[in-house]
């Protein structure tokens, strides 16, 4: 018995058994781009769900945030969906939801800052059309449970207007994505085409950008609401674990790690925290083969 403890023996064959349902059938286990090579073990792609800053709830702090993004600046290839990615470091997308007004406020600078690009997720019922005479307290106060209530989000304007939009756009430094129309849980709605339809079209009119990423309001779906999703658009993100092994996600859904309310900048990135994204990426993995094997035996 020397040399091992039962802990390592027990994790070992955990991680053997994990690797062969990997191999099973599912073609998310092995990144094309470099054939032959697997990344067990190893975290590839992250991906991070963010809201609000400087705000009551789904909020960072603007000291905490600046922090987080020299953090990741120098630890981390950021990717936005599409791009390929680096072999030799672990690769982050981060996705801010909802375009709220304090993404153009105190996100955009700090993006601008430290030169990092991300996905900002835009419900376009929300947005109107300038907000330039309605002070920036006024339109950063608005309480989170608030911010989408018909006699709020149209009188206070909590959320970036499409003037603003457009200005981030032309940086370059933002990927937009359809978060739907109206931003409904989607599993209690009839018309979700509309929402896809609807959601992609209005922005790409007004902002004169290609929408091609999907995210999930509240993360929430069903295998018939991802195929609509996955016929409208080429990358989906709902949340649970952040760690990914390629954009196709799992049954090409990509799961985001929530990222609001960091206690500091970096502990989201410790060993352990990537190592339970990873344990959870491998309950989704086995879920989703699981559901494939019931849907071709009945
Ligand atoms: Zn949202």
Not at 25 to 45: M, N, S, T
Not at 159 to 182: D, N, R
Not at 201 to 211: A, H
Not at 221 to 237: G, T
């Amino acid at each position: 018995m020397s040399g091992y403890s039962f802990g390592k023996i027990t994790l070992r064959h955990l991680n053997l058994l994990r690797d062969s349902v990997y191999f099973s059938d599912y073609r998310g286990c092995v990144r094309p781009e470099y054939p032959g090579i697997h990344f067990f073990g190893a975290c590839v792609l992250l991906c991070c769900m963010y809201h609000r800053v400087e705000a009551d709830k789904l909020s960072n702090s603007l000291p905490i945030l600046e922090r987080h993004f020299e953090y990741i600046r120098q630890n981390f290839q950021v990717v936005v969906p599409g791009e390929v990615l680096a072999a030799d470091m672990v690769n982050l997308c981060m996705v801010f939801d909802d375009a709220s007004y304090s993404f153009y406020s105190y996100v955009f600078p700090l993006m601008q800052k430290f030169g990092i690009r991300v996905v900002l997720a835009v419900a376009p019922k929300f947005i109107i059309e300038s907000a330039g005479h309605i002070p920036s307290s006024r339109r950063l106060g608005v309480p989170t449970d608030e911010l989408m209530l018909d006699d709020r989000f149209a009188v206070d304007a909590p959320f970036c207007s499409w003037q603003e939009l457009s200005e981030i756009c032309a940086s370059g430094f933002v990927t937009i994505a359809s978060h739907s129309f109206s931003h409904p849980n989607l599993l209690r709605f009839q018309d979700t085409e509309d929402e896809l339809v609807r959601s992609k079209k209005t922005l790409e009119e007004n902002l004169r950008c290609k929408v091609d990423s999907f995210v999930y309001p509240y993360g929430q779906f069903n295998r018939l609401i991802a195929e609509r999703v996955r016929s409208r658009y080429k990358y989906s993100f709902a949340i649970g674990a952040g760690d990914n092994v390629s954009w196709d996600g799992v049954g090409g859904i990509l799961f985001r790690a929530p990222a609001d309310d960091l206690k500091d900048p970096v502990s989201i990135f410790s060993k352990w925290n990537l190592r339970k994204y990873e344990i959870l990426r491998s309950r989704l993995f086995v879920k989703k083969w699981l559901m494939d094997r019931r849907s071709s035996i009945t």
